[in-house]
């Protein structure tokens, strides 16, 4: 079977959007004419997933005269996969051809040679482009079909650019022109992926945060590659949820994917510094203040529910409140979907996926990108977890906007330790680290109710009991108001206990 390297990007095209990007791939080809395939493609797995959890995929692609098989596996790019092909006589899969094949070690195992069946497939109809790009040849490649699995069928739409020929920027460079001239939207969630998340029934649900595939013998940059990439990918499975109006759960997990990429470029700011970093954080920035309206909307409407439950004056109009505040939220998503939709957002989330790929930062004279990722890590989380031991001194007598300060420290702290999280070796105390994590999460979660109580408190006072307190000096009476100040009391003894536990903790 022999091995190859696929250098290409994938982008998401809308029905309506199909008839522009097929005449303006067309424009690019000129005068080369395109083929046409219909294209079968049957995927094999174990019914748990032992080859996907292991990073690969076995497909064996029909075009109704010729089989071909193909591994892929998984790097920390996701631009430029291993692959390996070879023809099959028909369209089971042939493991004796396996043998050469990153694969061959996991399917020798008689329990996943038995295991093995069609999880399942994917029929589209391909029209293929030549075009020469300024010395390179890119394959422009357009699908329009449907992923089948139990009975049931996911809609493809998308354009697939491979690099044939030349450079790697000359893919690049063709990519970003196609992103500021139509509606393309790029992806880093392949036909595989798409394929196995659909069988299982997980396709267009909120995702928690992944684990990088990370070992200890990485150096700096494949480190760094493997939780950008974890962080773009997990970002682009959140979003196919955010459309859907009640989903207040995809649009926290997008969140949380920008705000640990972000993080990340944190942690390895002095080896990923170059010419885009500046331009590439205030952009995320600015990402996270859309869905970060979106998110607090969220919240705020979810607390006046759970305030409109009683009996009195203060309930009923928080309960009318809520109602009117819909339109509210949902103006907030729908700017934080058209936000992802523009030009603006779709060139931001291409350059990210190219920055962490082949970002100038590596071929800066720094010479970090080479080093173990042991003798960077300890030291920068080392940094960090006394800045905010610092910060967080006398904690329990900060004014909120310190301590607000104090929770998003914890938080980012939070998650650049979890990177590291399931691969012992990268510091020195592994089971310290855990610890240093758990610490960290419970105080960003006490520290956020009492951000969320304060925020309710805010809006409560200025929206319902300030119209009524208007003729008097003093503030109405609330048992709500008791409520709140008791919440904050009990959260913050929380938040401090947590704090205690983490001053003590050395895992570096």
């Known amino acids: 079977m022999a091995a190859d390297a696929e250098i290409e990007l994938k982008f998401l095209i809308a029905e309506n959007d199909s008839a522009k990007i097929k005449a303006l791939v067309s424009a690019a080809a000129g005068s080369n004419q395109p083929s046409h395939q219909r294209l079968r493609a049957l995927y094999f797995d174990t019914p748990n997933g032992d080859l996907w959890k292991h990073g690969f995929t076995l497909r064996v692609r029909s075009n109704g005269t010729s089989h071909v098989?193909?591994?892929?596996?998984?790097?920390?790019?996701?631009?430029?996969?291993?692959?390996?092909?070879?023809?099959?006589?028909?369209?089971?899969?042939?493991?004796?051809?396996?043998?050469?094949?990153?694969l061959a070690r996991l399917a020798a195992k008689s329990s996943i040679r038995q295991a093995l069946r069609a999880a399942f497939e994917v029929n589209v109809e391909r029209t293929v482009y030549l075009i020469t790009a300024r010395g390179g040849v890119i394959e422009a490649s357009l699908d329009r079909g449907a992923i089948e699995a139990h009975g049931?069928?996911?809609?493809?739409?998308?354009?697939?650019?491979?690099?044939?020929?030349g450079e790697h920027h000359h893919l690049f460079n063709l990519a970003r022109s196609f992103v500021a001239q139509a509606p393309l939207h790029p992806s880093l969630i392949s036909k595989a992926e798409r394929g196995h998340l659909f069988a299982r029934g997980s396709w267009g649900r909120p995702t928690k945060s992944s684990k990088p595939r990370l070992n200890r013998e990485m150096t700096c940059e494949q480190a760094f590659q493997q939780i950008g990439q974890a962080c773009l990918r997990d970002f682009h499975l959140n979003m196919l949820g955010l459309e859907k109006l009640k989903n207040a759960e995809a649009i926290h997990q997008g969140r949380v994917a920008v705000r640990r990429l972000r993080a990340a470029m944190t942690l390895f700011k002095p080896m990923v510094f170059d010419i885009a970093y500046r331009r590439l954080r205030g952009e995320l920035q600015w990402l996270a203040r859309m869905l970060g309206a979106a998110r607090d909307r969220d919240v705020l409407r979810a607390n006046l529910l759970e305030r409109a439950t009683g009996d009195d004056e203060a309930c009923a109009q928080a309960s009318e409140l809520a109602s009117l505040f819909e339109a509210e939220r949902l103006r907030a998503r729908q700017a934080a979907v058209e936000a992802l939709d523009s030009e603006r957002g779709r060139i931001l989330l291409l350059d990210l996926a190219l920055w962490i790929e082949d970002g100038r930062w590596k071929r800066q004279?720094?010479?970090?990108?080479?080093?173990?990722?042991?003798?960077?890590?300890?030291?920068?989380l080392r940094k960090r977890h006394k800045k905010l031991i610092r910060l967080g001194a006398y904690l329990a007598h900060l004014a909120p906007g310190p301590r607000h300060k104090v929770r998003i420290e914890a938080k980012e702290l939070r998650y650049m330790a979890d990177f590291f999280a399931d691969c012992p070796g990268i510091v020195r105390d592994h089971k310290s680290l855990k610890k240093l994590i758990d610490c960290c999460e419970k105080m960003q979660s006490a520290l956020g109710v009492i951000r969320d109580e304060e925020a309710?408190?805010?809006?409560?006072?200025?929206?319902?009991?300030?119209?009524?307190?208007?003729?008097?000096?003093?503030?109405?009476?609330?048992?709500?108001?008791?409520?709140?100040?008791?919440?904050?009391?009990?959260?913050?003894?929380?938040?401090v206990r947590a704090y205690s536990k983490l001053a003590e903790i050395d895992a570096f």
């Open 365 to 380: 004279p720094s010479g970090i990108t080479k080093e173990p990722i042991q003798s960077f890590t300890g030291l920068r």
């Open 456 to 495: 309710i408190a805010e809006f409560m006072e200025r929206e319902v009991w300030g119209h009524a307190a208007a003729d008097t000096e003093a503030k109405p009476a609330s048992s709500e108001a008791s409520r709140s100040k008791a919440d904050t009391k009990r959260e913050l003894k929380k938040a």
């Open 152 to 165: 049931e069928k996911l809609g493809v739409r998308e354009l697939e650019l491979e690099l044939k020929s």
């Open 69 to 102: 098989q193909t591994v892929k596996q998984l790097t920390s790019s996701s631009v430029d996969r291993g692959e390996w092909e070879a023809e099959t006589a028909g369209p089971e899969p042939d493991l004796g051809l396996l043998k050469n094949t990153p």
